[in-house]
C-alpha cells in the first residue's frame, strides 16, 4: 500500500473547524455552568487597602465574589521549580506585585451580569513606586538558573584574544520589545468537581501540566484530577504553562459549589498569560581579512517579575551557528514590577537570531565581504560547542535553493543602489535555526471488532496538525488506508505525552504511536479471534543517539523589502524560504508552519510592541487595534523550500520539529534587507517607518 | 457593560424627543459606541437606535452631494457619484477601518467618533475627556498616536477619523436638526479642539440630530485626493494623512484645499499652504515649499515628534498625486 506519510492530505479535523463544530475549552457544554470574571489590579505594586464589595454581591444574578480575605487557601508556589513552572497570583494575599494582577473574581449566571458585577467592585490601594522597564535597573542584573536548556553561561577559546586578532570588528547593541502571543483563541477554563475530584476543561498546550500543577494547588492526587482539551485555537507558549486564572476557575466552582467558565479578555491576554521579554542583547563580534570569525561574544539581559525567573535564552544559538574558535555568551535577568515573562514561539532564538544575524550582516558590510559568502566560509560542519557531529545538517543546502530561487546573485552590494520610483529597494538574508527536542512519550493503539482502529495519546493539537499527521503515522505503520484509523487526544485519561512545545510534539509523540501500531500489528497476526478490542500499548525512550550527536534544525530566509524614500514606509515584498527539518510527514501542514512562523516574523520586524506605561506599569497597547500584528495586506507571497534530509539518529521516525523554526532568522533577514535599500541600520525592533525618516 | 433602556423610533418626531431627554445617546451603525459600552468607557442610561429612520440616502444633486446621516461608509467610498466627484472621500473611506466595519458603520458616527487614545479607552487611566477633572494620562505617556496641533493642557488626543479629513478639505456642512429646528455647520467649524473641556468634541447639542452631510460637487473637488500613511498596511489608524484638492490651469495653481489627519485633535485644515499654492507653478518645487507651511505650531513630545515632518512630507506627495492625476 502507498504510504500516506509524505503526502500532502487535508486536515483531519478541517471540516469540523470550518464549520464550527471543534469544540474548543470554553465551547464545553456543561450543566449548570456559571460565568466568572476576573477582577484585576490598576497599580503595578502596594498592596490592597481596602474592599468595596457589598454593591458586587447585591448585583443581580450574582453567586459568589472571591478575593483575599476569603478565597480558599491553596499552594500558589513552585514546588519542582522547572522552567515551565510559574508562582501564580491565587487571591492568597493583599500583596500587588503587577500591574493587571488577579485581586478578585466574580462569579454570576450570566456572563454579562458577571461582568457588570465586577465594575461594582471598589479597591483601595496603598501603592508604592513600580520599577516598569529594565532600563531603569540595569544595576540588578543577575544570573538565573532558570534556562531551559544547559547553562546559562558559555566560555570557548579566549574572546579577547580572538578580538584583538580581528582584522573587522564591531560592538553593537540590539534590543527587541516585550511582545504578547495573542493567539485567537484566549484562555478559558471550564471547571467541574464531583466530591474532591476535578475535571478541567482548559486550552492549553499541555493537559497533563495542568493536571499535575491543578493537583498541587488544591492538595490531591493527580488521579483526581482530569484534563480535556481536544481543540487548541494557536498556543504560541503561553498555553505552554497553566496560569492564575486555570486554578482560580476551579476555586470559583468550588466555592460557587457548581460548574465555572472563564474566558480570559482580549486585554487581559497582555497580563495573565506571559509574555515575551524585553532584551538588551550586546554583541561583539570580529573576523579576519578572509573573513573567518575570531571571536563572537553575546550578552543577554531580559526582563523578569518580581516574584519568579524566566530567562529568554537569546545566545543559545550563538554557540553553535558558526564554526569560530572563540566564543562566550551570558544570560541575565533583572527583576522588576511586571507579570512573569514565558516562552513564545522560539523563544531565545528569534529575538536571539533577530541579534546575531543583523551582526554578522554588519561584519560582512564592513568586511566587504557578501553576507552569505561570510557565512558560508565560517559553515560549521560538526556542533562547535559540544564537539560532536549534527545528526543531520542540510544548511547548506538551504543557502544554495533559497539564494538561487531569490536571485541573490542580482543583489547590488552598495546600500541605497537598487530603487523603483518612490522605493528603495532591499535584499537581506539571515539564517534560521532551531534544536530539535524530544521527550518520552506513551501511545495506545485499539482494533476493532469492525475492522477499523483506534489509536491514542494524551497529546495536543495546537491547529498544526497533529491529529492528521498522527493519522498518517498510524494508518502506514498498521498498512490500512488513514479512513481506518481514529486518533484521539487532548485528554489526561490517555496514555501520557509531553507538553507540546519546544516544537516536539511529532518527534516525542510520532515513536510512540508508530511503535504501539507495530506492536498492535504483531499482536493482531499472533491471533485469529478478532471479535474483541484488542490493544497495544507502548511508552518510549529517549534514543541513545542523543547523547552522540547535536540535534538541530536549520533554514535560511531570503528578503526583498521596499522602502518609501520619503514616507519610510517599509512592506516586505517577498520571501524565499529553505529549512531543513528532517522528515516532513504532510507538505501541506508543514508549510503551514513554516510560512506562519514567517509571517509571525514580519509581525516581530515591523510592527509587534508591547508598551508598558512606565509611570504606571500598565500595559498601554491592550487590544488587536492598538498591539499591531500583520493584515494580509501586510503579507507578501512567502515562497518556502522545504529540503529533503534522512535523519536516522534524531528519533524512530527522522522528524526534527517544525513549529518554531519559521519565525527564527526572518527578522533578521529584514533588518538587513532594510539596511541595504536605505542605509540605515536598525537595531531596536520594531523598524518603524519614524526610524526611517530623516 | 452597565445596563441600559433601548429604543427604536421610527419617526424623526420620536427621535428628537428620545434624543432630548438626559443621559441619552444615539446609535447608528455602533461600531464606535457598542464597543466603548463593552469597555465601561461610555455608559449611557438610554440609547436611541437611529436605524428605524429613512436617513441612509445619498443624493446627487446639481452642484453637490447630500449624505444621509445613516448611509454605511461602504455605501458612500464606492458610490459612482462619490469617485468621481469627490475621489478624496473614497480614497479617505476606504483607507479607514476594515472592510467589515466599513460595511456597518455609519457617516454620521464616522462624524462623531470618539478618539483612540488608549488612556482615555483605559478606565483606569485619568481622561480629562472621559472623566472632566481627572487629568489626562497621555501628556507624559505613550504618544506616539497622540495629536501635534489643536492640544492644550488638558487632552492631546488626536481626531480618529479619515472621512472627515476629506469632508475638511472639500467644504463640506453638517445639517442637523432638533426639536427647536434646523441648522447647518460647516465642517471645520463642526468639531472643536479640546481647551479646558475636552469632553466636549463638536457644536452638536444635546438633543440635536445629524441628518446628512452635504459636499459642494465642484470642479476643485473633483481633483482631489486623500494618501495615509500608517504602521502597518490595513487596519491602522493615521500616523499622518493628507487629503488635499488642486485647480491647475496651464500649469498654475488656481486654488487649493489642504487638510491633515492623524496630527490634529480634530480634522485639520491647512490654509497656511493654501495660501502659499495660490499662483505658483505646480511643480515638485512649490509642493515640497508649501508643505513647510504646514504645522507650524505644533506641540511634539518625544513618541510623536516624528509627526511633523511625516505630515510634510505627505502633503508634498498627496499634491504630486493629484497635480499628476496619476495612481498611487
Known amino acids: ?694 | 457593560m452597565n445596563p441600559f433602556t433601548y429604543v427604536r423610533p421610527t419617526t424623526e418626531q420620536e427621535a428628537l424627543a428620545a434624543l432630548a431627554e438626559p443621559d441619552t445617546i444615539a446609535l447608528a451603525g455602533g461600531t464606535t459606541l457598542v464597543d466603548l459600552m463593552r469597555l465601561e468607557v461610555m455608559r449611557p442610561g438610554k440609547v436611541v437606535d437611529l436605524n428605524g429612520l429613512p436617513l441612509n440616502k445619498i443624493e446627487t444633486g446639481a452642484s453637490s452631494i447630500k449624505l444621509g446621516a445613516l448611509a454605511t461608509n461602504s455605501d458612500v467610498a464606492y458610490h459612482p457619484d462619490v469617485v468621481a466627484k469627490l475621489p478624496a472621500l473614497a480614497d479617505a473611506i476606504r483607507a479607514g477601518a476594515s472592510g467589515q466595519i466599513r460595511n456597518m458603520a455609519s457617516v454620521s458616527g464616522n462624524l462623531l467618533q470618539r478618539t483612540r487614545c488608549s488612556y482615555f479607552r483605559d478606565p483606569a487611566s485619568p481622561c480629562n475627556k472621559r472623566a472632566p477633572g481627572s487629568g489626562c494620562a497621555a501628556l507624559e505617556g505613550f504618544t506616539r498616536m497622540h495629536a501635534v496641533v489643536g492640544t492644550s493642557k488638558d487632552c492631546i488626543a488626536a481626531h480618529p477619523s479619515d472621512m472627515c479629513v476629506a469632508l475638511a478639505a472639500l467644504d463640506a456642512v453638517v445639517h442637523l436638526k432638533s426639536r427647536a429646528g434646523e441648522r447647518t455647520v460647516k465642517l471645520v467649524e463642526f468639531h472643536t479642539v479640546p481647551d479646558d473641556h475636552p469632553n466636549v468634541e463638536s457644536v452638536l447639542q444635546p438633543g440635536e440630530l445629524v441628518t446628512a452631510i452635504e459636499i459642494p460637487t465642484t470642479p476643485l473637488a473633483a481633483k482631489s485626493r486623500y494618501v495615509k500613511v500608517r504602521d502597518r498596511a490595513s487596519y491602522a489608524f493615521a500616523l499622518a494623512s493628507a487629503a488635499v484638492a488642486l485647480d491647475v490651469q496651464d500649469g498654475s495653481i488656481k486654488d487649493a484645499r489642504v487638510a491633515l489627519g492623524g496630527v490634529g485633535t480634530k480634522p485639520w485644515r491647512e490654509p497656511a499652504v493654501e495660501t502659499a499654492l495660490v499662483g505658483k507653478p505646480a511643480t515638485p518645487e512649490t509642493f515640497a515649499a508649501a508643505a513647510t507651511q504646514a504645522l507650524a505650531k505644533a506641540d511634539t513630545r518625544p513618541d510623536n515628534a516624528f509627526k511633523v515632518e511625516l505630515a510634510k512630507r505627505v502633503i508634498a506627495r498627496t499634491l504630486a498625486l493629484v497635480a499628476s492625476g496619476g495612481s498611487k
Open chain 1, 1 to 694: 500500500m502507498k504510504p500516506s506519510v509524505g503526502t500532502p492530505i487535508d486536515r483531519i479535523d478541517a471540516h469540523k473547524k470550518v464549520t464550527g463544530t471543534a469544540t474548543y475549552a470554553a465551547d464545553t457544554d456543561v450543566t449548570k455552568v456559571a460565568h466568572g470574571v476576573i477582577v484585576t489590579s490598576t497599580i503595578a505594586k502596594g498592596t490592597i487597602a481596602g474592599l468595596e464589595l457589598a454593591a458586587a454581591r447585591r448585583s443581580p444574578g450574582v453567586i459568589a465574589v472571591l478575593t483575599h480575605l476569603d478565597a480558599p487557601r491553596v499552594f500558589a508556589g513552585k514546588k519542582a521549580g522547572g522552567p515551565g513552572e510559574r508562582v501564580l497570583q491565587l487571591l492568597q494575599s493583599d500583596v500587588i506585585l503587577y500591574a493587571d494582577q488577579p485581586i478578585a473574581v466574580v462569579v454570576a449566571d450570566t456572563l454579562e451580569r458577571a461582568q457588570h458585577a465586577a465594575t461594582a467592585i471598589t479597591v483601595k490601594y496603598a501603592p508604592e513606586a513600580a520599577v516598569a522597564g529594565i532600563e531603569q535597573a540595569l544595576g540588578s542584573a543577575f544570573t538565573s538558573k532558570a534556562i531551559g536548556h544547559g547553562e546559562p553561561d558559555s566560555n570557548r577559546g579566549n574572546v579577547e584574544t580572538g578580538l584583538g586578532a580581528a582584522k573587522w570588528k564591531l560592538e553593537a547593541t540590539y534590543t527587541t520589545p516585550n511582545e504578547n502571543h495573542n493567539p485567537m483563541e484566549p484562555h478559558a477554563t471550564v471547571a467541574v468537581w464531583h466530591g474532591d475530584e476535578l475535571t478541567v476543561y482548559d486550552a492549553t498546550q499541555g493537559i497533563f501540566g495542568v493536571r499535575n500543577r491543578m493537583a498541587e494547588v488544591f492538595g490531591i492526587p493527580k488521579d483526581k484530577v482530569r484534563v480535556v482539551d481536544q481543540f487548541v485555537g494557536g498556543g504560541f507558549g503561553c498555553k505552554g504553562t497553566p496560569w492564575s486564572h486555570v486554578a482560580l476557575t476551579a476555586m470559583a466552582a468550588k466555592v460557587a459549589n457548581r460548574p465555572v467558565k472563564i474566558a480570559i479578555t482580549r486585554p487581559q491576554m497582555f497580563s495573565l498569560v506571559g509574555h515575551r521579554p524585553h532584551t538588551i542583547q550586546n554583541i561583539a563580534i570580529g573576523c579576519d581579512a578572509e573573513g573567518k570569525l575570531t571571536a563572537i561574544r553575546h550578552d543577554v539581559i531580559n526582563e523578569t517579575s518580581r516574584f519568579d525567573e524566566f530567562v529568554e535564552p537569546s545566545a543559545l544559538q550563538t554557540r553553535i551557528l558558526y564554526a569560530c574558535p572563540n566564543v562566550a555568551t551570558t544570560h541575565k535577568v533583572v527583576k522588576i514590577d511586571a507579570p512573569t515573562p514565558t516562552f513564545m514561539r522560539a523563544p531565545g532564538e528569534s529575538s536571539g537570531t533577530f541579534a546575531i544575524e543583523s551582526a554578522i550582516d554588519e561584519l560582512a558590510f564592513l568586511a566587504k565581504i557578501d553576507p552569505l559568502e561570510l557565512r558560508t566560509r565560517n559553515y560549521a560542519v560538526t556542533d562547535p560547542q559540544m564537539a560532536k557531529p549534527f545528526s543531520s545538517k542540510s544548511l547548506d543546502k538551504c543557502y544554495r535553493a533559497a539564494a538561487d530561487k531569490f536571485g541573490w546573485a542580482k543583489r547590488k552590494p552598495t546600500p541605497r543602489s537598487m530603487r523603483e520610483g518612490h522605493e528603495l529597494v532591499g535584499y537581506g538574508m539571515a539564517t534560521a535555526t532551531y534544536p530539535a527536542n524530544q521527550q518520552p512519550a506513551a501511545a495506545k493503539a485499539t482494533a476493532k471488532p469492525d475492522g477499523t482502529f483506534l489509536v491514542q495519546a494524551g497529546t495536543q493539537d495546537l491547529g498544526t496538525g497533529t491529529y492528521t499527521v498522527m493519522t498518517q503515522l498510524a494508518a502506514d505503520a498498521l498498512e490500512v488506508p488513514i479512513d481506518k484509523v481514529r486518533f484521539e487526544l487532548g485528554d489526561s485519561a490517555l496514555p501520557e505525552a509531553p507538553g507540546s512545545g519546544g516544537s516536539m510534539t511529532v518527534g516525542s509523540v510520532g515513536p510512540a504511536v508508530v511503535q504501539a501500531c507495530q506492536a498492535l500489528k504483531a499482536k493482531l497476526a499472533a491471533t485469529t479471534d478478532h471479535t474483541q478490542d484488542i490493544v497495544a500499548e507502548v511508552k518510549t525512550e529517549l534514543s541513545k543517539d542523543k547523547d552522540l550527536y547535536s540535534l538541530h534544525s536549520f533554514g535560511a530566509d531570503f528578503v526583498e523589502v521596499r522602502v518609501d524614500e520619503d514616507l519610510g514606509i517599509i512592506r516586505v515584498a517577498r520571501v524565499v524560504a529553505a529549512f531543513a527539518t528532517g522528515k516532513i510527514l504532510n507538505p501541506k501542514t508543514a508549510n503551514n508552519q513554516f510560512v506562519g512562523g514567517i509571517v509571525w516574523g514580519i509581525g516581530m520586524a515591523l510592527q509587534e510592541d508591547t508598551v508598558r506605561d512606565r509611570r504606571t506599569g500598565r500595559v498601554v497597547t491592550r487590544d488587536l487595534a492598538d498591539y499591531h500584528v500583520p493584515v494580509h495586506a501586510d503579507i507578501p507571497a512567502i515562497d518556502v523550500i522545504s529540503i529533503d534530509e534522512k535523519d536516522d539518529h534524531v528519533n524512530a521516525i527522522g522528524t526534527k520539529g517544525i513549529g518554531e523554526i519559521g519565525i527564527t532568522g526572518i527578522t533578521a533577514a529584514i533588518a538587513n534587507a532594510v539596511f541595504h535599500a536605505t542605509g540605515k541600520r536598525v537595531r531596536d525592533l520594531p523598524i518603524r517607518l519614524d526610524k526611517l525618516l530623516g
